[in-house]
């Protein structure tokens, strides 16, 4: 090899620059190398098998004896190895600096670096600030550390610009192989790259050896390197390993890590990366990548599946590995910043479904602390949270709920109005959803409500808490629903804050606090993914192909668990579906919208057709029926205003704004189309809310026939209305910076708009959760009933109401949510309702009889007691008092009761729910949203880089 003579005694600079099919980047490396203001000592390139000509290259610059020629299947480490050993040792203090040939340094990088040297005795490694080689403001890395999995964090944002931000010399736990810069005595002490990393983290693995050896790792940020980055984004091909690049990654990041932590902190990050895989393994598959999900599980095996491969490693790099580990965690990913990364992971996820912005990477700075020493902390979590405004009306509508709810929190049971006392846990809900005959009241064999396995799985999440998936459900129903509303529009409502509006006034709607006052969880969660269906509609009607099935997917998955709670939601769908279908011809955008509307009927069958049989029961909805919460005869001007009465409901000029807002936003020409679809949603509401508000119901288990409640329709109409007003607020900003009359109106339309959510939230904090609703409520069967009560008997309880005796039979003990939503047969039903009539009508004993062969062991008559009802009954010489007071009397057959046997079991029921069980899985993952194959970020499209002739000397 021709080597030329060192001209500065002090420092000696060997540089080395390995190729291997780079030759579109290799011509600018060796020119932006040759031109260096402080010229390197020796230069030596290394070809591993190109097929390119950046051989030739090579030759061209150097001269064919400073180029050395190795097999394609060589790695970097060989390879610099091979170089070193060729060379042999040079007098003074050696520094190797090690370059890619995709990796072009700025002209005073390698002086910058050695003066940097020069300052700290104590720095062995020390690399340049990297940037993009396309876009070359774009910053790469600024040093590199990792978790305790091994997860890469270089502390940047996805697309992240350099403007200064990072200057300085920061101590770091690694800097890349390209352009880094090695004391030769700390490479030969610490032994170099390690062969068994041909590729990936063989950099980190080297540092943090350096690391241990008691010396430091500097990233230098005032040299500048523009790197590729051609391995790790795919740009040629790789022919060191015959593994996928993606597993040998995650396999070297796991060995890494593992052969390098101390033993204490190793058990751990055993356990860490045990889960961890399992999880992203498992999130793969979500995303529809099985290579991905196959690359990780194979990863994990190949490096936990050769435990004396990692004994050798953990003894060859246990010199120092103790004593270095203080300064090491410090320069680790600090603790919690893997639950961010999750949550990134997660949001990344869902940026699929447009709902969300994609998320950056981990965002980590360096903190001096009083001894000196720099400490990573993670300040990304905490700027999000309080610069986001979606986040942030989250954050308020949360202090507005809990405000508005307080009487409702800190009791022992919620209950009440719609919703029945909430007990039992996930598993209950399963065995409810799961038997074949219900002993529930007079016993049934239909099929439970679907949305019994919605809560079962909710509840499961929430260790088994069916109070608290119910309590976020409908206690939380305000908060989320505003969370939804701000996701939801992103890609259709310009501006955040008018977004934040939008979100806030779609929150704080009379229907919800109507929702959370009356207890009615269907409406409550159908408020929280209306505004998602809006979004996956707009997709499947415009989006591409692919991305419009994907949503037209979601949209029917969401459908489904809509309509369990509220059966109304799909016909409501359906025909402003079809109509939008018809407005919006699109190729395909027909048959996505078919599949949408199809999938709730598949997951839900046969209760879907066990509903439709009885058309009344379509506009009922999860929960109890009760005439009390419904107001009859509801005025036109209350549903114009988007009140659908009853309990919890603010005053009607709390809306008006709003109205107003949305009338005074048709006046514009802006939207025109977006501005009549808008109309046309808000009349189709409102049109069927005038019926269902007008249309009597009878409970599914028999009782008063009254008004079905029109709350979910008006949040229809709601949202058509606060779109209109929404798509025209650019135009307000244009008449507030015109001046003039044209401001004043532009500022006055604002205040007004304003003045819905600012109100309804002050009105609804001053009234509170004014409604049937309560944080404690008594079992429906007193304890007195419930402890008599055996083989299964039943109790009638009784209730006097203006409108007449309302009845219930209930099995031993207080109903479990769902079961009030079971029907009933329709023969035992009108016997018991007779019997029941006759007892308080005072009747001779064929009633007690009735009841008698019903099961019936107890009559409980519940509060507010009716002395005219309790007379009768004592009058019964067929019942016995037990107990009587203001509050509550329970009274006993005296006569033999006969418990009715449970009839044959269908046995084709199992395999239904399996087969329901299958579809779901299925839509599940039809729904889920792909991503791209390799996990890592978009690059722009390469641009030729013409090759000029190197400098030679």
């Known amino acids: 090899m021709s080597i030329t003579d060192p001209p500065h005694p002090h420092h000696t600079v060997t540089a080395i620059v390995v190729s291997h099919d780079g030759s579109r980047w290799l011509g600018e490396t060796l020119e932006a190398l040759l031109r260096q203001t402080r ?29 050395l020629s190795l097999p394609r299947s060589t790695g970097f480490g060989e390879a610099v190895a091979e170089v070193l050993d060729r060379l042999g040792p040079d007098d003074g203090q050696e520094w190797i600096w090690l370059l890619h040939d995709d990796c072009a340094p700025d002209s005073h990088a390698l002086q910058t670096l050695l003066r940097a040297a020069d300052q700290d005795p104590k720095a062995a490694v020390l690399g340049p600030k990297l940037r993009d080689w396309l876009d070359r403001r774009l910053l790469l890395e600024v040093g590199v550390t990792v978790d305790r999995t091994g997860r890469r964090d270089t502390g940047l944002e996805a697309r992240e610009y ?80 015959g593994d996928h690049p993606r597993r040998l990654d995650r396999r070297n990041a796991m060995f890494v890590v593992m052969a390098n932590l101390p033993f204490r902190p190793l058990l751990l990050a055993l356990i860490r990366n045990m889960v961890g895989s399992l999880l992203r393994t498992a999130l793969f598959l979500a995303a529809k990548q099985p290579a991905a999900a196959l690359d990780e599980f194979l990863a994990f095996g190949s490096v936990f599946g050769h435990p004396a491969r990692m004994l050798r490693a953990r003894r060859a790099r246990a010199a120092g590995r103790e004593q270095s580990y203080g300064t090491v965690r410090r320069l680790l990913t600090p603790p919690g910043a893997g639950w961010r990364r999750l949550a990134d992971r997660v949001r990344s996820y869902l940026a699929g479904t447009g709902f969300v912005e994609s998320a950056g990477r981990h965002h980590a700075v360096a903190a001096r602390q009083e001894d000196g ?18 986040v942030l009306l989250f954050l308020a509508l949360t202090l507005v709920t809990l405000a508005a709810e307080r009487s409702l929190f800190g009791g022992a049971r919620l209950g009440g109005g719609a919703l029945v006392p909430v007990i039992g846990g996930a598993s ?54 505003g969370l939804s509303a701000y996701a939801a529009t992103r890609s259709m409502i310009p501006g955040r804050w008018t977004r934040v509006w939008l979100a806030a006034s779609y929150a704080l709607l009379p229907v919800a606090t109507g929702a959370v006052a009356a207890g009615r969880l269907g409406t409550a969660v159908v408020l929280v993914l209306l505004p998602l269906y809006a979004a996956l509609a707009t997709r499947v009607l415009t989006g591409e192909r692919r991305r419009a099935r994907r949503a037209a997917w979601c949209l029917g998955l969401l459908l489904a668990v809509g309509t369990a709670f509220v059966p109304l939601v799909h016909p409501l769908t359906a025909v402003l579906g079809a109509l939008a279908a018809l407005a919006f011809p699109r190729r395909g955008a027909a048959v996505s919208m078919v599949v949408a509307f199809t999938v709730p009927v598949v997951l839900l069958l046969p209760w879907l057709v066990q509903t439709a049989a009885d058309p009344g029961r379509l506009l009922l909805e999860a929960g109890l029926h009760q005439p009390s919460l419904v107001e009859t005869g509801l005025p036109a001007r209350s549903l114009l205003l988007l009140s659908p009465g009853g309990p919890g409901m603010p005053p009607l000029w709390v809306t008006g704004g709003l109205v107003a807002a949305c009338l005074a936003a048709s006046l514009t020409r802006r939207n025109r189309l977006a501005v009549a679809v808008g109309w046309g949603v808000t009349l189709f509401g409102l049109l069927v809310a005038i019926l269902v508000s007008r249309t009597q119901v009878t409970p599914v288990g028999g009782g008063v026939a009254a008004p079905a409640w029109p ?17 025209t607020a650019d135009r307000i900003a244009e008449f507030r910076a015109a001046g003039g009359p044209r401001r004043v109106a532009a500022l006055g339309v604002v205040l ?15 009234e509170g959760a004014d409604g049937p609703l309560r944080g404690t409520v008594r079992d429906v069967v007193p304890a007195l009933a419930a402890a008599n009560s055996t083989g299964g008997e039943r109790t009638l309880v009784l209730r006097g109401t203006e409108d007449g005796l309302l009845y219930t039979v209930l099995r031993g003990r207080t109903p479990i949510v769902g079961e ?80 009715p046997a449970a009839p044959p079991g269908d046995p084709w029921h199992g395999r239904r729910l399996w087969g329901q069980a299958v579809l779901v899985i299925v839509v599940v993952a039809l729904a889920a949203p792909g991503s791209r194959s390799d996990g890592r970020e978009p690059v722009p499209q390469e641009r030729p880089v013409p090759v000029r002739k190197p400098v030679t000397r």
Not at 435 to 460: I, K, M, N, R
Not at 711 to 727: H, K, Q
Not at 752 to 766: E, Y
């Open 39 to 67: 010229p390197a000592d020796r230069i030596v390139g290394v070809d591993n098998g190109s097929r390119d000509g950046s051989a030739a290259l090579l030759a061209g610059a150097f001269g064919p004896r400073a180029v």
């Open 752 to 766: 007004v708009a304003f003045s819905t959510p600012l109100l309804a939230a002050g009105m609804w904090i001053a």
């Open 820 to 899: 009030a939503d079971i029907p009933v047969p329709d023969g035992p039903r009108e016997r018991v309702r007779l019997a029941a009539a006759g007892l308080v009508s005072g009747r001779g004993g064929d009633d007690a009889r009735v009841l008698a062969a019903h099961g019936v062991r107890f009559v409980v008559l519940a509060a507010p007691v009716d002395p005219r009802i309790s007379g009768a009954l004592d009058s019964q010489p067929a019942l016995a008092r037990m107990s009587l007071s203001r509050a509550v009397g329970v009274w006993r057959l005296t006569q033999p009761v006969t418990v």
């Open 373 to 390: 020493e720099e400490l990573l902390t993670d300040v990304g979590v905490t700027q999000r949270v309080f610069t986001n405004p979606g």
């Open 428 to 481: 209950d809900l399963w065995d409810l959803y799961r038997e074949e005959y219900h002993q529930t009241g007079l016993g049934s064999d239909a099929w439970a409500p679907p949305y019994v396995a919605v809560l079962a799985v909710l509840a499961g999440l929430l260790f088994g808490k069916t109070w608290l998936a119910v309590s976020l459900l409908l206690l939380g129903c305000v908060p989320l629903a």
């Open 162 to 241: 350099d403007q200064g931000q990072y200057d300085g010399v920061r101590d770091v736990l690694s800097v890349s192989t390209a352009g880094m810069l090695i004391r030769r005595d700390v490479w030969e002490e610490v032994g170099g790259l390690d062969p068994a990393l041909p590729l990936f983290r063989d950099d980190l693995d080297l540092c943090w050896r350096v690391r241990s050896a008691g010396y430091r790792v500097l990233n230098v940020t005032r040299a500048v390197a523009w790197h590729a980055e051609a391995a790790a984004r795919r740009r040629r091909r790789i022919t060191v390993s």
């Open 711 to 727: 709350g979910v329709p008006l949040a229809f109409a709601a949202t058509g209305m606060l779109v209109v007003a929404a798509l």
